[in-house]
């Protein structure tokens, strides 16, 4: 989880550093292990990063020979064989990082990169060449990318940012009704809207260009949607294409330069990606996470720490009682940006 910010102002203007700074600040939560910002004429990028892959490299906003510039939230599962195509269409490497192979990936194919990446994803693109700002979130919205307007931040043109809440105390603060009366009826804001007038969420697997040189609407465009393209008539295929696909799914998620972990509750799903992850990994390297109650009638630990023996994973289980919860409710508060029901 890292925490991206992007300013994209009037040509001839010059971003606010100092808001920017602040701004990253208020993301230092998502992204504890480095900072930065890199500008060029009146287009800034910033970043909060929380290390995972090459972990002393990958520095961002990282810039590509070829002037392009990116921050970037999230993980590119398919970066190494994509790296290898790349590799063939003349372009060279220095890290062991997705975000590098992102990058290349950007000023080789703009961005109908998209359609290349496997993972779950928010960042913000500085194309000069091809006169482009553009930003994309992953398939499902799994990252987070809030595109704010002059009405929310009249200091800039448009304004990118993981969080909102890193730039309210700079913005300008008027009601989006129509979301909240959405909220109202479904106990959240569904995407695309945001609670303030002038903010927009990015829809999950949509991409937005922005022209660099006279940045006014945003040309958008959905480049995921769900089209099943082959039809299984009999149960056995069903089975062994969905373990296919979760053994697969689960494998690319445990690339990582630092130590991975599993939620587990002792329930199906959980169970399955643990047992389906010891396949590529030690069991006894993978680490396992469950909650428990002090309030028995609550509590499945139990049924957690039966998997965890069963596959031989480095299991630890925190006991919580009513207070506990008391005491996270603030937190948890802190860190919803729009009302949640």
């Known amino acids: ?91 060279s490497f220095r890290l062991d990082s997705d975000t590098e192979v992102l990058a290349a990936a950007c000023a080789q194919w703009g961005p109908d990169a998209v359609n290349e990446l496997e993972g779950m994803y928010a960042f913000v693109v500085d194309d000069p060449n091809r006169d482009l700002v553009w930003a994309a979130r992953d398939p499902l919205g799994q990252k987070p990318l809030y595109a704010c307007d002059e009405r929310f931040f009249p200091d800039a043109k448009w304004l990118f940012v993981s969080e909102l809440k890193a730039v309210i105390p700079e913005a300008k ?54 089209h099943p393209d082959e039809v299984i008539h009999h149960q056995p295929s069903y089975l062994e294409s969905l373990e296919q696909h979760l053994d697969r799914a689960v494998q690319r998620r445990l690339v990582s330069d630092v130590p991975l972990g599993v939620f587990l509750s002792g329930g199906i799903d959980s169970s399955l990606i643990t047992a389906l992850a010891v396949r590529h990994r030690e069991p006894s390297t993978l680490k396992t996470f469950a909650i428990g109650f002090e309030e028995e009638s609550f509590d499945e630990s139990d049924h957690a720490q039966i998997v965890a023996d069963h596959l031989g994973t480095d299991h630890h289980c925190k006991i919580i009682n009513a207070q506990d919860l008391l005491d996270v409710v603030p937190r948890l508060l802190d860190h919803q940006d729009e009302p949640f029901g």
């Not at 971003?15 to 600040?25: F, G, H, L, Q």
């Open 1 to 91: 989880m890292c925490g991206v910010i992007a300013w994209i102002g009037q040509p001839g203007s010059t971003p606010d550093r100092a808001v920017i700074e602040r701004a990253s600040a208020r993301m230092h939560h998502r992204g504890p292990d480095g900072h930065g910002l890199s500008q060029s004429g009146h287009v800034a990028l910033g970043h909060q990063r929380l290390a995972i892959i090459d972990l002393a490299g990958a520095v961002q906003p990282m810039e590509h020979p070829s002037g392009l510039r990116l921050t970037f939230n999230g993980e590119i599962y398919n970066f190494r064989s994509l790296r290898r195509r790349l590799q063939g269409l003349g372009h």
């Open 173 to 226: 603060l008027s009601l989006n009704r129509l979301a909240a009366i959405r909220f109202l009826a479904y106990d959240f804001v569904p995407d695309d809207d945001g609670i303030y007038a002038g903010v927009q969420k990015l829809l999950p697997g949509e991409l937005w260009c922005i022209q660099r040189s006279s940045p006014g609407a945003p040309k958008r465009r959905r480049f995921f949607s769900l």
